[in-house]
């Protein structure tokens, strides 16, 4: 479970904060839709939820972990995939990509990543080099990279961006995957369109206050006060319908 109380974050040098007073809680295992327009706040908390940054004031904890002075630990739960795969990438090939994180030659380590390769549908890339690869393989490399150190929050930055019909509905289905393993997501989004039927909730911020969480059929009709489109299946019939 992720539990903000108050959570207030402020960038050195400048007085308004980048996260005012938020208070929120995320049950284990939910897909979580958070949404604002740019400057809202978004990427702030999830440098938080990362361990990237400390917070202010206030608290916020991932299970048993604080996010204040344990921001290490923090880091080890947590797994952020940026919407640039190219700043994340840092092998040459997609198997150096993968390996990275263990001792060379860990015949043990190469098949985890293997197998991990092959429900991304990367396997047949093993040994292509990244620059080969088409912006959609690219963002599941990345994603692929971040589950293998089995994290219990994952958190995905515009993961629908830039990608064609087929490789957003390939995204879904990863997404599926995971909440049927029981790992929660935080899944940052302009779009609402191809993820809000698999949301569980939703976290509206605007200039860096907390608008809004809930349910998306309790928040979606006040959407459009914060600068966010709901989604056209909604907008056509004021209902969730699947995507796809």
Known sequence: MITAENLTFSYRGNPTPALNDLSF???????????????????TLFSLLAGLQTPSAGELSVGAISAKGNE????????????????????????????????ANDAEAETTCRVMAERFSLL?????????LSYGQKRK???????????SILLLDEP??????????????IM?????????????????EPVIDLADSMIVLHLGELKGTGSPEHLLG???EYGI???YSWLRKHTISPWG
């Open 25 to 43: 809680t995320i049950p284990k295992g939910e897909l979580v839709c958070l949404c604002g327009t740019n400057g809202s706040g978004k990427s």
């Open 124 to 132: 047949d890339h093993w040994d292509s080099p990244v620059h080969a």
């Open 141 to 151: 490399l990345c994603l692929a990279v971040s589950l293998l150190s089995t994290p």
């Open 176 to 192: 599926k995957a995971n909440k049927e393993l029981g790992l929660t997501q935080i899944v940052s989004v302009h779009d609402l």
């Open 222 to 224: 006040s959407l459009l």
């Open 72 to 103: 290490q630990q923090l880091r080890a739960q947590s797994a952020l995939v940026l919407q640039d795969a190219d700043l994340q990438i840092i092998g040459a090939t997609v198997a150096e990509d993968m390996m990275l994180a263990f001792p």
């Open 229 to 231: 489109r709901p989604p």
């Open 160 to 173: 629908f961006s830039g990608l064609d019909y087929p490789a957003m509905l390939e995204m879904r289905s």
